[in-house]
T-cell receptor, first 110, second 117 residues
């Protein structure tokens, strides 16, 4: 089973819509969780860390469900500029590296 | 914020050529650097983890003699693709671990596109 799994999409949503992505992880020892954004032909950039209590940054809300081993990202009031691939990343306790999901492609349509 | 640079940003070379990619952390010291590879429409795949002053740790299936990694200082790691072949064509991204106001984070370089003809 993959360390991290994501629905690859694509998600095509109209401007102003609310869209949510989920990402499941297989290792219960996972400790840190992140959402990255990757634009076409560019490197991933950190969007936000995911905290146990959930956290919000403007239109973006991230949540963690340890019992079901998934993290989610909610984007409200989608903008055209939100079009990108969203990657979840997970770090195990004691490990150095991040494990990435395959990414979910989002296209916001005018 | 923290910045990681990579050079070159793209390379086109003939089969059999060796290609060297540099990764630098510009405003922080990175004791650990990671090298990833990403094929079109696929996820980032970790190739190796590089710690300053010691040998890199390679992921299963990655040939250490083909992908030479050197992490000579706290701000520089290099990846050399030896005798590159067309199947090595990919997007190579380095990442450095550093500490920011948000705690420990992994920062990515802009990537190097390699095309082997």
């Amino acid at each position: 089973r993959k360390e991290v799994e994501q629905d690859p999409g694509p998600f095509n949503v109209p401007e102003g819509a609310t869209v949510a992505f989920n990402c499941t992880y297989s290792n219960s020892a996972s400790q840190s969780f992140f959402w990255y954004r990757q634009d076409c032909r560019k490197e991933p950039k950190l969007l936000m860390s995911v905290y146990s209590s959930g956290n919000e940054d403007g239109r973006f809300t991230a949540q963690l469900n340890r019992a079901s081993q998934y993290i989610s990202l909610l984007i409200r009031d989608s903008k055209l500029s939100d079009s990108a691939t969203y990657l979840c990343a997970v770090k195990r306790a004691g490990a150095n590296n991040l494990f990435f999901g395959t990414g979910t492609r989002l296209t916001v349509i005018p | 914020g923290a910045v990681v640079s990579q050079h070159p940003s793209w390379v086109i070379c003939k089969s059999g050529t060796s290609v060297k990619i540099e990764c630098r952390s510009l405003d922080f010291q990175a004791t650990t650097m990671f090298w990833y590879r990403q094929f079109p429409k696929q996820s980032l795949m970790l190739m190796a983890t590089s710690n300053e002053g010691s040998k890199a740790t390679y992921e299963q299936g990655v040939e250490k003699d083909k992908f030479l990694i050197n992490h000579a200082s706290l701000t520089l790691s290099t990846l050399t693709v030896t005798s590159a072949h067309p199947e090595d064509s990919s997007f190579y991204i380095c990442s450095a671990r550093g500490v920011s106001g948000s705690g420990e984070t992994q920062y990515f370089g802009p990537g190097t596109r390699l095309l082997v003809l």
